[in-house]
């Protein structure tokens, strides 16, 4: 052994090798740092992946059950159009392909619902698989996710503990589906497991077919359901009387006088209405020419209790009525006169100082159009005559349902009735005419909604077409055309701002024709309030026309918000007359003439001769008549 010969460089050696020694303890010691730094780095990232692998399957539940919900409520309607039958009282069927413990698991609603449930989850119905629901099952879903997450080195497990559905509006319905999700890595760096996850569905019906229909024609008519809304009111004002003329309501189809007196012999007209019968009774004439006379038509057209006679006789004159055909023709069914010319069809009508008033001229009228009498007073003063165009029956727009809110809204404004609301979606799955209350329990309990039912006007004509193939399926010409209602038989009454058209009148209830704000044969929506002080635009109050300007030869009208009609060969009391200062002071009258303008009457001492010369002295002159 080599013994160091000095001392000084045995010393140099320790020296050294005590520098070293923490040194190397030193980049140990980071070295060992910096490998579990890394470690814990990718721990960290594979734990964010795992959350937001988790995250991403919570959102892709709710879309499935979403769209899995619409296939089975499809599928469900494809088994009616199929079978015919309802799925009332359909219990909830569970086989292996459910994925689920059926020891444990168990649906406890029936019906509908239980059918959802059951497409659903186990893409079966009575237990028989659904070629539709192929892949859109939840088991399916899950398998999907299972596999994808192998491909993230993830294993995961989702288990179903309950599936719920229930009525969430009138349009939607919810999915509602408890599941337990566990997941990890395989090199155990992370693990995630959730007691109970929800996922809910907002489904929507639209656009599928409404299975009431299918179970009460057999299958024959199909209809779409539509969130959409159409009037049944009338269409526009035609004409306003600008003297508060007239008396009764009634609909009808127009037919001008001038074309009655161009086409007829006298002897044609007058037997008209007894010859033409129950067709008589839906139509209106109009007078738009020979104002003032009966013009030889059938006594009984102008008389309500003959079998045979018009739905309602307009005059565009403004001839007193008890001096014109009102008077002369003993007219009861329903007139109007004093309306000015509504028609761009025929060259008649009164001459230009007969205007319709505005908000009176929204319309004209035509051959064969569908128009309607209203006339409304009451003792406040309100009066309201107008005529509204409206529409054949066979023209009533069908196609829009409706949240029905019968029961909560429009009951109350018909005695003695007292109409269920319409049957939910669920209902129609069932057959059921009505709104259930326990699928009402159940949108209460989980939506705080009530107002789940739908409604829908049934197409007459259309029904009569498929009857004449199908006799089974009923026809009821009496009911009420709101489809839950229509199928029960349920007593309607004719629309008024309808005209019947091939036999059928648009009939509603009492409490739809409310809802829809418009009259019946029945019930008389339509109300007339005033006077208020106020004229307003759309409102139709002339007690109320003191509050509108009034010019010299010139009324105030408060037809339709503040209008003046002009006063022609007439006096303006107050205004042109002996009281007005200026061309007519000293005791001389005045008159407004043809245009509207006051001018003074030519007063002599000797009896007047023609009626220009009145106005004054008393004894000589009626007002400003020659006597």
Request: aromatic letters at 10%; charged letters at 20%; hydrophobic letters at 30%.
């Amino acid at each position: 052994m080599q013994i160091i010969k000095s001392k000084n460089g045995f010393f140099l050696t320790i020296a050294t090798i005590l520098l070293i020694l923490p040194l190397i303890f030193l980049i140990s010691y980071y070295t060992g740092i910096s490998e579990t730094g890394r470690e814990d780095a990718m721990g960290k990232m594979r734990c964010d992946e795992l959350h937001y692998f988790v995250e991403d399957v919570k959102e892709d539940m709710k879309r499935s059950v979403t769209i899995f919900g619409r296939r089975a409520a499809i599928y469900a309607l494809d088994y009616i159009v199929e079978t015919g039958n309802s799925l009332k009282d359909y219990t909830f069927t569970c086989t292996p392909q459910c994925d689920v413990d059926c020891n444990e698991f168990s649906f406890d609603n029936t019906g509908s619902e239980a059918a959802i449930a059951e497409l659903t989850l186990c893409g079966t119905l009575f237990g028989e698989n659904a070629t539709y629901m192929m892949n859109n099952t939840i088991p399916e879903f899950t398998r999907r996710i299972e596999e994808h997450a192998l491909e993230m080195h993830f294993v995961t497990n989702l288990s179903v503990a309950e599936i719920k559905v229930v009525p969430m509006d009138a349009w939607h319905f919810a999915l509602i589906v408890d599941y337990k999700i566990r997941a990890y890595d395989k090199e155990g760096m992370c693990y995630y497991t959730e007691n109970i996850i929800r996922a809910m569905s907002s489904t929507s019906i639209i656009g599928l077919e409404d299975p009431l229909y299918i179970l009460q024609t057999e299958g024959h008519v199909m209809k779409y359901i539509d969130n959409c809304s159409a009037s049944l009111g009338a269409l526009g004002v035609a004409g306003c009387s600008v003297k508060d003329w007239g008396n009764g309501t009634g609909s009808g189809l127009v037919v001008f006088w001038s074309y009655l007196k161009d086409n007829l012999s006298k002897p044609e007209r007058q037997s008209y209405c007894t010859d033409l019968g129950e067709e008589a009774n839906n139509q209106i004439v109009v007078m738009d020419t020979a104002f003032g006379e009966c013009n030889n038509l059938d006594a009984c057209c102008f008389d309500i209790n003959c079998p045979y006679h018009l739905g309602g006789v307009i005059d565009y004159a403004k001839n007193n009525p008890g001096g014109s055909f009102v008077g002369k023709c003993n007219v009861s069914i329903p007139w109007i006169s004093a309306t000015c010319k509504m028609d761009n069809e025929t060259g008649f009508g009164p001459g230009p100082g007969c205007k319709r008033p505005p908000g009176c001229n929204e319309t004209f009228i035509g051959t064969g159009d569908c128009i309607f009498i209203l006339n409304l007073e009451n003792e406040l003063g309100c009066k309201m005559h107008r005529v509204l165009k409206g529409y054949k029956s066979n023209e009533t727009n069908t196609s829009c349902y409706y949240v029905s809110d019968i029961e909560e809204n429009y009951n109350s404004e018909c005695l003695l009735v007292n109409h269920s609301n319409g049957p939910c979606f669920f209902d129609r799955l069932d057959g059921n005419l009505n709104l259930s209350q326990n699928y009402v329990d159940q949108s209460m309990e989980y939506f705080d909604n009530s107002l789940i039912g739908i409604e829908t006007l049934v197409n007459l004509y259309e029904l009569k077409e498929y009857n004449a193939m199908y006799p089974s399926i009923e026809i009821y010409s009496n009911a009420t055309w709101i489809d839950y209602l229509y199928w029960q038989d349920t007593l309607g009454c004719g629309v008024i701002f309808s005209c019947e058209a091939m036999g059928e009148r648009l009939k509603l209830d009492c409490p739809h024709g409310y809802k829809h704000e418009t009259d019946t044969t029945c019930s008389n929506v339509s109300q007339c309030e005033c006077p208020d002080g106020v004229c307003t635009e759309n409102e139709f109050c002339p007690a109320d026309a003191f509050t509108c300007n009034d010019s010299i030869c010139y009324e105030p009208t408060c037809i339709n918000g503040c209008g003046e009609d002009p006063i022609t060969d007439d006096i303006d009391p107050g205004e042109c007359d002996e009281t007005t200062f200026g061309a007519c002071a000293g005791g001389m009258g005045c008159y407004c003439d043809a245009i509207s303008n006051c001018v003074p009457c030519l007063v002599t001492d000797a009896a007047c001769t023609f009626d220009e010369q009145c106005c004054s002295p008393p004894g000589k002159c009626a007002g400003w008549k020659c006597k």
